[in-house]
């Protein structure tokens, strides 16, 4: 079975500073990971994602994550925020073989202060 | 926009009473999946369907149940209404058959049960 961890249930910050949500996962066989940013009042979409190849992958509006294998890690980052980055973000996995099913983590409430 | 789409978007039910929620997936898109997201939770997988077959579940009772239609619409029921029941359920849809491919979600149903 799959778990994941997100270490901080709320991160409040500053505009233009920089920020990390953390997320762990911990698996007995190899996974997808996934973040997935949730906008009030709406669905989940998806921000980046791991397959494989390079551990460093970003997304089209300045986010990025790196997985760490031996740390079981896969941290969001963002050199400088804005206004319109808050929201809850939610750090995933899934197996590569079977049902296509993503275990999430508790979520990251990410609060931008002018 | 994700091309999934959900109805109803908002229902207050009475405890004990039935429940079916629909979805629409995206074009081309041959499985779906349904989760449910308590308030301050993350989703949590309820099941899978793929060419109108159940494909995976998650930890739920039977009494949530669902379907898949030959246009890969879907519906989730739930019987037996409990109040712990009140919460998001997410609708997603994605095309098996491509590694580590892109699960699009709907924006979801706020079901209260009261």
């Known amino acids: 079975a799959q778990s994941v961890t997100q270490l901080d249930s709320q991160v409040p910050v500053f505009e233009e500073a920089p920020v990390e949500l953390r997320c762990n996962y911990s698996s007995s066989v190899s996974v997808y990971l996934f973040w997935y940013v949730q906008y009030p009042n709406q669905g989940l979409q998806l921000l980046l994602k791991?397959?494989?190849?390079?551990?460093l992958v970003e997304s089209i509006n300045g986010f990025e994550a790196e997985f760490n294998k031996s740390q079981t890690s896969f941290h969001l980052r963002k050199p400088s925020v804005h206004i319109s980055d808050t929201a809850e973000y939610f750090c995933?996995?899934?197996?590569?073989?079977?049902?296509?099913?993503?275990?999430f983590g508790q979520g990251t409430r990410l609060t931008i202060n002018p | 926009e994700t091309g999934v789409t959900q109805s109803p978007t908002h229902l207050i039910k009475t405890r004990g009473q039935q429940v079916t929620l629909r979805c629409s997936s995206q074009?081309?898109?041959?499985?779906v999946s349904w989760y449910q997201q308590a308030l301050g939770q993350g989703p949590q997988f309820i099941f899978q369907y793929y060419r109108e077959e159940e494909n995976g579940r998650g930890n739920f009772p039977p009494r949530f149940s669902g379907l898949q239609f030959p246009n890969y619409s879907s519906e989730l029921n739930v019987n037996a209404l409990e109040l712990d029941d009140s919460a998001l359920y997410l609708c997603a849809s994605s095309s098996t058959g491509t590694v580590g491919n892109t699960i699009y979600f709907g924006e979801g149903s706020w079901l209260t049960v009261v």
């Open positions: 074009s081309g898109h041959n499985t």
């Open positions: 995933a996995v899934s197996t590569l073989q079977g049902a296509q099913k993503l275990v």
């Open positions: 791991y397959l494989s190849g390079s551990t």
